[in-house]
């Protein structure tokens, strides 16, 4: 997926995007917007080195994001799932369905939480920063 941004500030290699919200984002739901946000800010992989104020083009991977929906929404209903079997099958009694949802639930987001600090590193779920379109026009006026 391919976005226009501004970059708001620049960290070592990485850069932080505003993003203005789009029409169809609202039909969506998927993405970052909070609602009622018309943008929202996030963190990109700076390859062409851009700076602030700068308008760039920068693109996610479309498999990384897949994977992040799958992780954060499809495994939480599989465990339900789960919860409802063991209540139904070994427990017998449905009573213990919601504590094993949730206990399986906060368990799950807690390996979440743990294992999402070694993907941080990881470049390849991050946005990255793939075109300049505009520099920024004031930074290169004041230095000359």
Excluded: H
């Excluded at 799950?108 to 294992?115: H, N, Q, R």
Aim: net charge neutral.
């Amino acid at each position: 997926m391919r976005e226009k941004g501004l970059v708001t500030s620049v960290k070592g290699n990485f850069a932080t995007v505003r993003v203005d919200k789009k029409s169809e984002c609202d039909k969506c739901g998927l993405c970052l917007f909070p609602k009622g946000a018309s943008a929202a800010e996030f963190s990109a992989l700076n390859t062409p080195k851009a700076k602030e104020g700068d308008t760039v083009i920068i693109e996610t991977s479309v498999k990384a994001s897949l994977i992040s929906v799958l992780l954060v929404f499809l495994v939480p209903l599989i465990l339900i799932g789960i919860a409802v079997l063991i209540g139904m099958f070994i427990l017998n009694s449905e009573i213990w369905i919601p504590l094993i949802s949730v206990i399986l639930i906060v368990l799950w987001y807690t390996i979440l939480a743990v294992t999402d600090k070694k993907f941080k590193n990881k470049t390849k779920f991050f946005a990255e920063i793939v075109e300049i379109i505009c520099e920024n026009i004031k930074e290169e006026e004041n230095n000359e």
